[in-house]
């Protein structure tokens, strides 16, 4: 009887020691969460909008703007360190913001909404590129992440997206 106890004690005491090193997490699984939070934000935002009857040639360009929003939130510009890839990345946000300016054949709501998605993208860069540059030495980062912030708040939004890929190309 005291083996079984002891046994069953052995094969249940590492069961308790993981789960505690999972609850416990690093700077790692912290960080690489974060990041797969904000990927997970990414993905639905594409999800969550434009519902609704548009016609044929909206619905083309609402698709294109989805699919480029699902493609930044693919793992290959994502790193435990923030973002790797910059350049395709920050390419494929201008298109993003290129074609929700140009919904001429959607509806005033559908264009409406897709302002306030780009914004609601906007931020989900900020956080990722603020990520990203949070170990870097280099004061550059910091000044084209400063930038960025200006250029948005004057609404300039391509150079905003040009100094956010700044920061994050940023070396010293």
Same mark, same amino acid.
């Given at each position: 009887?005291?083996?079984?106890?002891?046994?069953? +004690? /052995? %094969?249940?005491?590492?069961?308790?020691?993981?789960i505690? /090193?999972? &609850?416990?997490?690093?700077?790692?699984?912290?960080?690489?969460?974060?990041?797969?939070?904000?990927?997970?934000?990414?993905?639905?935002?594409?999800? *969550?909008?434009?519902?609704?009857?548009?016609?044929?040639? !909206?619905?083309? &360009?609402?698709?294109?703007?989805?699919?480029?929003?699902r493609?930044?939130?693919d @793992?290959?510009?994502?790193?435990?360190?923030?973002?790797?890839?910059?350049?395709?990345f920050?390419?494929? $946000?201008?298109?993003?913001? @290129? +074609?929700?300016?140009?919904? *001429?054949? !959607?509806?005033? $709501?559908? &264009? &409406?909404?897709?302002?306030?998605?780009?914004?609601?993208?906007?931020d989900?860069? $900020?956080?990722?590129?603020? %990520?990203?540059? @949070?170990?870097?030495? !280099? *004061?550059?980062?910091?000044?084209?992440?400063?930038?960025?912030?200006?250029?948005?708040?004057?609404? *300039? +939004?391509?150079?905003?997206?040009?100094?956010?890929?700044?920061?994050? @190309?940023?070396?010293?």
């Amino acid at each position: 009887m005291q083996k079984e106890l002891a046994l069953l +004690l /052995l %094969m249940i005491l590492p069961l308790f020691l993981l789960i505690e /090193l999972i &609850q416990l997490g690093g700077t790692t699984g912290k960080l690489v969460n974060e990041i797969a939070q904000l990927r997970l934000e990414r993905i639905m935002a594409a999800r *969550d909008v434009f519902h609704g009857a548009v016609s044929i040639e !909206c619905r083309q &360009q609402l698709r294109q703007i989805e699919q480029l929003i699902r493609l930044n939130a693919d @793992e290959r510009f994502y790193s435990y360190h923030g973002l790797i890839l910059p350049q395709i990345f920050f390419v494929n $946000e201008h298109n993003i913001l @290129e +074609l929700s300016s140009k919904l *001429d054949v !959607c509806p005033a $709501e559908v &264009q &409406q909404e897709a302002l306030t998605l780009t914004n609601h993208l906007f931020d989900i860069d $900020e956080k990722l590129v603020l %990520m990203t540059i @949070e170990y870097s030495t !280099c *004061d550059a980062a910091y000044k084209a992440h400063s930038s960025a912030l200006n250029a948005r708040a004057a609404g *300039d +939004l391509i150079a905003y997206l040009i100094f956010l890929q700044q920061a994050t @190309e940023a070396t010293c």
